[in-house]
Nanobody, 129 residues
Framework: QLQLAESGGGLVRPGGSLTLSCAASGFTFENWALGWFRQAPGKEREWVSCISSSGIETNYAHFVKGRFTISRDNAKKRIDLQMDNLEPEDTALYYC??????????????????????WGQGTLVSVSA
């Protein structure tokens, strides 16, 4: 059974850092592109970042570019999201998500929510003084 489990959320002051992790199980990790979405209270779920199954291609939403870094470790079946210089606007429930891709799309970095097929339960990030 495919599972995604996020961890690493918490309360942090503005300007601080957190690293979110997503541990995967139940599927051939190397064949899947993964991403992070977030949902703030009263707002739509929005795409944050993605990483291709090859690990070569990464992409970021404009509002986190330069502050967040996504990475993957195929041996550990895990992706991380390093979040630096956090702002109160980053407060949200952060979700890990995955999509299986064929070999020809190993450098694809999906962004639309509809392209992802599996989701974790989320981890809460709160940025406040």
């Amino acid at each position: 059974q495919l599972q995604l489990a996020e961890s690493g959320g918490g309360l942090v002051r503005p300007g601080g850092s957190l690293t979110l992790s997503c541990a995967a199980s139940g599927f051939t990790f190397e064949n899947w592109a993964l991403g992070w979405f977030r949902q703030a209270p009263g707002k739509e779920r929005e795409w944050v970042s993605c990483i291709s199954s090859s690990g070569i291609e990464t992409n970021y939403a404009h509002f986190v570019k330069g502050r967040f870094t996504i990475s993957r470790d195929n041996a550990k079946k895990r992706i991380d999201l390093q979040m630096d210089n956090l702002e109160p606007e980053d407060t949200a429930l952060y979700y890990c998500t995955a999509r299986e891709v064929p070999p020809r799309d190993r450098n694809a970095c999906p962004q639309p929510r509809a392209q992802y097929t599996h989701w974790g339960q989320g981890t809460l990030v709160s940025v406040s003084a």
